[in-house]
């Protein structure tokens, strides 16, 4: 103990500069910030997204990234030119054509932040929006599996169609009212709206479909994001055939940030830009944490241990079918549904009183979101506590 | 040293839990997290402002005040009524009336920072917002002194004047159009705009026009606040009958949020929130801060020392009016204007060379933002160094 505490402090004394600043990192970056991101996020960035911006939180990250995304709109459809006179006045005051009328479509279901540009991606409760005003901005729906996947392939290939095909039709329709989409927000899981999972070939799809139409994809890894898929990033799952434009973190990663391609990156320095852009004293946590993961082979734990969690809820599902269903996961990233919600909200308050702590999303799904480090003798402590509630009811 | 070395090691160890962790601070705060926010922002909060919200930076702090406002006044609205069904249907796809028309006043000038919401109230550069799309939002000119005030006092008494009527009159055309104004936002001196000042009677009025309007006051004092000014909150020195609704802060102060009056606290649980909203590290960095101001009443040198350095640059500017003019500043928080955008960038580049690291703002001033420890002796290193400059000219 009296060593460990030692050890403690002398890691601490070394990062005394680090835990006693709070630097303006976009205007005075430390000599070895380049190093230390390479050290860090940049050695587990998705394969083809090279290009990073590290931000205080997952909003700021959204916010930023649909800015790059807007940025790189006007670029392309400005081919060589500057920024007209026009544009210069206009965006001062707010007006078109500096201040553009350009959209980002989102989902129904969907999560992406509280400020105001990334709450009107946002869709998952009502009590987060209202009263706060939004950009008119369009809504497709997201794919809503029946389960198990295994006995309802038909219909599930019909949602993803469904919904690519209004996705199509609302950029179109968009296009026409003036507002064209500049880009796509989408989660890999919708976690806050009742972890709905997309197949990877609607990914894929959705992905076909943005390159034709000329538009981003963003994919939002802020929940999903530093392990609890299985995965360091959930859409590693999808095997999209190329990157995505943008990925979003935060949470688990310690810093917000996201990825992105050459493509998405500003010339002209300060137009994504934040005081803080970020917190340099927990990338050195975090590059403590994926030292960790990578020592103890932390996501194969994820991946096991998923599979104890995933497999004793569908024998539950089985045996108490009018309690529970359509349980369904990436990792420990697992979500069942109860049969209702009046029943979810009973059966999580009993969870809590025998000590587990578990949460809802969505109208009646009990999510499990453990720590990276919790071992199938865990979940089996978790499924024997959740199946002596089920037994009550 | 060894015992310095000592003694900063023990600091740290007793943080260790606060240092290798990121709480979701508003689900799981810490059971001393009220105490620490007493002992640190609290204990400095404007007088008659006994709420905080903490943020992880001064946009997120801008953006959610926003919310604050918003929903203060739509609460309003209602009377004791909740939420309608229509309400609650409309929001979840950004349409009025659950999204409702709702702006917020900002001035030319301003800048309050670069997230979407936050964005629209931004209009110091285009850079900054050319192809982000905007919310319609009016914005009123903010008054532009002539200097040396004491010899210009009736003009800048029309400029307020002018100035006012402006807000009033954007508050009635935008009540018209359907989009009502919820709140003014406003710096104590416009920083990145170009160090405009505003005068204590221009801010009394324009207080007085918000309360008889009906529509929220809110300072921002990410730039100002934390003692460059001489005191802890620009805004102090304008002797406001009550105190303004809400203040935001950030940069030093080491974490963002907003006070605000209970008046502006939010019912429901989860309507203002973020996943960190803040970073308890630099909270017990602030109380460190805090205490170090306190004990060696760091603000008094702030006073001195901005007394050495405006007396100086007015001496510059009676005997270099061709160069330089219009010195203004309170505290530290100084700046002086040169005769054109030209010849304020060559004067940096120039102090530069010579080892002083001075910025710009707004079209052609040269700010000044030393630290709070930043003495007369330091002051007068500066001033010998930029007369250096003055005289090569």
């Known amino acids: 103990m009296g060593n460990l505490r ?24 430390s000599k070895n910030w380049v190093e230390e991101l390479k050290s860090s ?44 006179a026009e544009e210069n006045e206009s965006c001062m005051v707010n007006q078109a054509p500096g201040s553009p009328a350009l959209s980002i479509l989102s989902f129904h279901g969907a999560f992406h932040g509280r400020t105001l540009g990334v709450l009107s991606c946002t869709h998952s409760k009502a009590i987060h929006k209202i009263d706060i005003p939004a950009f008119d901005w369009p809504v497709a729906p997201f794919p809503v599996y029946k389960y198990p996947l295994e006995d309802n392939i038909r219909e599930n290939q019909a949602e993803d169609k469904r919904c690519l095909a209004q996705v199509a039709d609302l950029i179109e329709q968009w296009s026409k009212k003036g507002n064209p989409v500049a880009g796509i927000i989408i989660e890999p899981i919708q976690a806050e709206g009742g972890d709905h999972h997309g197949s990877p070939e609607f990914f894929q799809q959705l992905q076909k479909l943005s390159k034709e139409k000329g538009v981003a994809l963003l994919i939002d890894e802020v929940q999903t994001g530093g392990g609890p898929c299985g995965t360091l990033w959930c859409h590693e799952q999808f095997n999209l055939p190329s990157p995505p434009d943008v990925v979003t973190f935060s949470k688990k990663m310690l810093t917000g940030g996201f990825y992105h391609t050459e493509e998405y990156k500003v010339d002209q320095s300060y137009r994504i830009f934040n005081t803080w852009m970020g917190e340099p004293s927990k990338i050195q946590v975090l590059k403590k944490v994926l030292e960790v993961i990578k020592r103890d082979d932390v996501l194969k734990n994820v991946r096991v241990t998923g599979d104890v969690l995933l497999n004793g809820l569908k024998d539950f599902q089985n045996r108490y079918p009018q309690l529970l269903n359509s349980a369904r996961g990436r990792g420990t990233f697992i979500a069942v549904d109860a049969a209702n919600s009046g029943l979810r909200d009973k059966v999580l308050v009993k969870l809590r009183e025998k000590g587990v702590n578990a949460g809802g999303c969505g109208e009646k799904a009990i999510r499990l979101r453990p720590s990276l480090v919790f071992e199938p003798k865990h979940a089996n402590i978790f499924l024997g506590t959740l199946e002596s509630i089920l037994k009550e009811l």
């Open 6 to 29: 030692m050890r403690n402090m002398d890691v601490f004394s070394g990062l005394r500069r680090t835990l006693i600043n709070r630097p303006a990192l976009g205007v005075y970056p």
């Open 41 to 84: 996020v940049l050695s587990v960035a998705p394969k083809g997204l090279n290009q990073i911006t590290t931000m205080a939180c997952g909003s700021c990250s959204n916010e930023n990234a649909f800015k790059a995304i807007f940025m790189r709109y006007r670029k392309r459809e400005r081919g060589g030119a500057g920024f007209t």
